[in-house]
């Protein structure tokens, strides 16, 4: 991508979520530990690497979202996903920022497809096609809403409201 970058904002997943993970593995050790007879048995390094798989899993997430003259490029990164989007002026329809809730709207954090929308149901059958919206979720509340002439709606978490909302101004009235 060589042309110029108007908008680049690369996100990492919120430091609490790491202490809450941690905190609860501490405090489960403990339990464990004092109510348990084998506790210092082979299951015992076994949870652990589980539990460092999952810590490595927070440390290493981050969403890159470039916005330039041809279109959105979102890139969410982890240890097991690594997925680029790139999205059009021409495919979009429209944009815009919304609030949103990562645990009620979309089950959590990261890459994430809604299956199931009021929107998609009319009366006994569906409105839209069934997978129709896709999320790139990791901090905050406040997201670009893309709707694209394919019926596809796609959300991309954001940090920097206001200078996405002046970069999204200046080529949706191109």
Same mark, same amino acid.
């Given at each position: 991508?060589?042309?110029?970058?108007?908008?680049?904002?690369?996100?990492?997943?919120?430091?609490?979520?790491?202490?809450?993970?941690?905190?609860?593995?501490?405090?489960?050790?403990?339990?464990?530990?004092?109510?348990?007879?084998?506790?210092?048995?082979?299951?015992?390094?076994?949870?652990?690497?589980?539990?460092?798989?999952?810590?490595?899993?927070?440390?290493?997430?981050?969403?890159?979202?470039?916005?330039?003259?041809?279109?959105?490029?979102?890139?969410?990164?982890?240890?097991?996903?690594?997925?680029?989007?790139?999205?059009?002026?021409?495919?979009?329809?429209?944009?815009?920022?919304?609030?949103?809730?990562?645990?009620?709207?979309?089950?959590?954090?990261?890459?994430?497809?809604?299956?199931?929308? !009021? %929107?998609?149901? +009319?009366?006994?059958?569906?409105?839209?096609?069934?997978?129709? #919206?896709?999320?790139? /979720? *990791? &901090?905050?509340?406040?997201?670009?809403?893309?709707? !694209? %002439?394919?019926? +596809?709606?796609?959300?991309?978490?954001?940090?920097?409201?206001? #200078?996405?909302?002046? /970069? *999204? &101004?200046?080529?949706?009235?191109?």
């Amino acid at each position: 991508m060589t042309e110029k970058i108007e908008f680049y904002e690369k996100q990492k997943l919120p430091v609490w979520l790491s202490i809450v993970f941690l905190a609860i593995v501490f405090f489960g050790e403990i339990y464990l530990y004092f109510h348990t007879a084998h506790y210092l048995s082979n299951k015992v390094y076994i949870r652990w690497a589980v539990y460092a798989f999952c810590e490595l899993l927070f440390i290493f997430q981050n969403l890159k979202t470039i916005i330039n003259k041809d279109g959105i490029f979102v890139n969410y990164f982890s240890i097991i996903v690594k997925k680029g989007d790139f999205f059009a002026w021409e495919n979009i329809e429209k944009a815009y920022l919304r609030k949103y809730s990562p645990l009620g709207e979309y089950g959590g954090w990261g890459v994430r497809v809604k299956l199931f929308s !009021l %929107k998609m149901f +009319k009366i006994f059958g569906f409105k839209k096609s069934f997978l129709n #919206e896709t999320a790139y /979720v *990791i &901090n905050g509340k406040t997201g670009l809403q893309l709707e !694209l %002439k394919n019926g +596809k709606r796609i959300l991309i978490s954001t940090q920097k409201p206001v #200078e996405i909302q002046e /970069v *999204i &101004n200046l080529y949706k009235s191109v």
